[in-house]
């Protein structure tokens, strides 16, 4: 090395950085004991930020730009410190780059479902995630709050708290939008300005800024979605004849597909469709379908009059007689074979064992032998 190199190196620093990871938000020049020399020169590109801090006091943030470092343009160096002692200058501060470029494509999600109050389905669970850019405003503040003594702050360090933040907010805001589970698509441009606006004040705390926030999707749990698609699908369906076929026909195409249940599966899949079917064509009619309420049935129609019997004997009659009372007097005697009986309807006076109604009370009693 010749004496010439060893005062430029002495004398001037060139200051500047460039970066290719294109996720460093803050990086430290490194400077063998911290010495920056009188006359260093500082280049800030596009994009950048430099923040100059002396003994750990903060001096000066720098913009775009080439800057010569001297007194006549550090106004506040000159009161922290005298730039006059040589090569051994015991002027020692640091020079952090600040990336003031956007951070584009980063991701949020819930990790839980959000619990809201839906107007038509009532309460329901909700997740969501989208997309995130996240930039650098206020370098100063972004070192003080954040980075303190990095030499090399990268996105992943602060990421994860700037998601917790959006998915507060975005709670907050879908708790309280009052906007229902079936128009939430059509409003995610709207609700994603919210909760932007919403996490402003809380991430500018930080000295950064969130310039955009895409809700990319909101779903509801399987089991919820499994439901809202048979709603749809019986929508499709039209009438119930129609829904029948269909329940049948999707009963039969989840058998065929398990290789397990093979034709009796099959069959199985077809009668439990068909079933399902039939109960809702039954539920339809009594009236949640919009179809008319079925007639109550008819009350079932009043007994009989008991059949009552007439008795003739030595040219008197006597009854009426039930046929319980009959049975009695045929044990007894007082009734038998050769007794006439007439009952309404009956065509004429009949012995009572000619009548087939009164002939098995005498089965009981053996009939008188023949020639008696």
Same mark, same amino acid.
């Given at each position: 090395?010749?004496?010439? !190199? ?13 970066? !290719?990871?294109?996720?460093?938000? +803050? ?19 596009? =994009? ?14 720098? /913009?775009? %730009? ?11 160096? /000159? ?6 002692? =040589? ?7 640091? #020079?952090?780059? +600040? ?11 819930? @990790? ?9 389905? $009532? ?27 990095? $030499? ?5 360090? #602060? ?42 004040? &809380? ?18 749990? &399987? ?6 698609? @048979? ?9 119930? =004849?129609?829904? /029948? ?23 199985? %899949? ?34 009989? &009059?008991? @059949? +009552? ?43 009572? =064992? ?19």
């Amino acid at each position: 090395m010749s004496i010439f !190199d060893f005062l430029s190196g002495q004398f001037i620093d060139v200051i500047h950085w460039t970066d !290719d990871t294109r996720d460093t938000m +803050v990086w430290r020049f490194e400077r063998h004991g911290h010495e920056i020399k009188y006359g260093a020169k500082l280049t800030v590109r596009e =994009g950048q930020a430099a923040v100059f801090v002396h003994e750990g006091q903060l001096a000066d943030v720098f /913009t775009p %730009g080439l800057y010569m470092l001297e007194t006549n343009n550090m106004p506040i160096m /000159t009161t922290l410190q005298h730039w006059d002692h =040589g090569f051994q200058s015991p002027f020692k501060s640091e #020079i952090y780059f +600040v990336n003031t470029t956007r951070f584009n494509d980063l991701k949020w999600g819930t @990790k839980n479902p959000i619990i809201a109050r839906d107007p038509e389905f $009532g309460p329901v669970r909700l997740r969501a995630y989208g997309t995130y850019s996240v930039r650098v405003t206020d370098p100063a503040r972004f070192l003080q709050e954040i980075v303190g003594t990095d $030499g090399e702050f990268t996105m992943d360090e #602060i990421s994860f708290q700037i998601r917790n933040i959006i998915v507060q907010e975005f709670s907050r805001v879908l708790a309280s939008s009052g906007i229902p589970v079936l128009d939430m698509a059509a409003n995610t441009a709207d609700l994603g300005k919210l909760v932007a606006s919403a996490i402003a004040e &809380p991430v500018a705390a930080y000295g950064l800024a969130i310039p955009e926030l895409y809700i990319e999707n909101i779903s509801l749990p &399987p089991a919820v979605e499994a439901a809202l698609d @048979k709603r749809t699908s019986m929508g499709l369906a039209g009438d119930l =004849g129609k829904f /029948t076929q269909y329940s049948a026909a999707e009963a039969m195409t989840a058998a065929a597909n398990n290789p397990a249940g093979g034709g009796m599966a099959a069959g199985l %899949g077809a009668g439990m469709g068909m079933a399902m079917a039939n109960q809702m064509a039954q539920q339809g009619r009594s009236g949640p379908w919009g179809a008319a309420p079925s007639a109550p049935a008819a009350p079932p129609p009043p007994p009989s &009059p008991e @059949k +009552v019997w007439h008795l003739a004997e030595n040219g008197e009659t006597s009854g009426p007689f039930s046929r319980a009372s009959l049975g009695r007097m045929v044990s007894q005697g007082t009734l038998t074979r050769e007794t006439y009986v007439w009952t309404e309807g009956q065509d004429g006076w009949t012995r009572a =064992g000619d009548v087939t109604e009164l002939a098995r009370l005498f089965t009981v009693m053996p009939p008188p032998p023949p020639g008696a």
